[in-house]
């Protein structure tokens, strides 16, 4: 909400556009670490066998999370700079 409520006090005339555009980025960049996760920890896309997945995909979550972590971490890195 703190992004919503800076971005209303620079433009209080466009609220509603203010407020759908970064409401929208932040499902986009959900909806796109989603894909990015599912595809780094089940490239093969392998289905469950009862509740459990194949230990093929659970060897590959540490690193997922390690690879995740760098993005984020550039990421920031980017933001910060603009800052």
Do not use: H, Q
């Not at 556009?17 to 595809?39: A, D, R």
């Not at 066998?49 to 230990?55: A, K, N, R």
């Amino acid at each position: 909400m703190l992004p919503v409520k800076i971005c209303w006090g620079y433009y209080p005339n466009r609220k509603g556009i203010v407020s759908g555009i970064i409401i929208g980025v932040f499902g986009l960049g959900s909806f796109t670490f989603n894909m990015i996760s599912s595809n780094l920890i089940n490239p093969n896309g392998l289905s469950p066998t009862g509740d459990l997945y194949p230990e093929e995909v659970y060897s590959r979550f540490p690193w997922a999370l390690r690879i995740l972590s760098g993005i984020w971490f550039g990421l920031s890195v980017i933001g910060f700079l603009f800052l």
